[in-house]
């Protein structure tokens, strides 16, 4: 009887999340699949690159049940630093926001209110774009995670992305993936 019961159980549950639909993550105005010349990293970071660095629009659907907020992360799995290079972090994005446009700034020009853009591994808050060493392919995941918690605790726009991935990792309830891979 038990052994019924959960079998029926297992059988609801996913029947409800495919009548909803895999959880997804889209970049909207890529080139090709790769980053445009404004969205790669620009010139007075002193990487050697000379793009506009604009984010992209991201939009996303289908987010768990039970999702109060999202981390999104965009990560160079490919850098030389033994580690990859964390190039955006917007953490407390509200549940009921489903896109992010183009352009947000590091003063948080068009972030959605209650968002929150932490350090990455440039040091300070924002969007740093794209920038593989020239003739090399590069690799960047870009990551929304779905939360059962409002609000990351102990988290400030001077979170490391360490902290920021520790707390996200605790409170995750699903993730949504897309890997852009991008040379110069």
Known sequence: ??????????IGASTLASANGAFTLNADNLNNGRFT?????SAP?????????????????????GT???VL????????TGLGWMHWVVANIPAHVNKLPAGITAQGRNLPKGALQTRTD???PGYGGACPPEGKKHRYEITLTALKVAKLPNVTAD??????GFFTKANALGE???TIENQR
């Open 1 to 10: 009887m038990f052994r019924t019961i959960f079998i029926a159980a297992l």
């Open 37 to 41: 010349k404004q969205q790669l990293l």
């Open 45 to 65: 970071y002193g990487f050697g690159c000379s793009g506009g660095n604009v984010s992209p629009a991201l939009s996303w659907k289908n987010a768990p049940a």
């Open 68 to 70: 109060k907020s999202f």
């Open 73 to 80: 992360t965009l990560h160079d799995k490919d850098a030389p």
């Open 122 to 124: 440039f040091g300070k």
């Open 159 to 164: 979170a490391t992305p360490a902290l920021v």
């Open 176 to 178: 949504a993936k897309i």
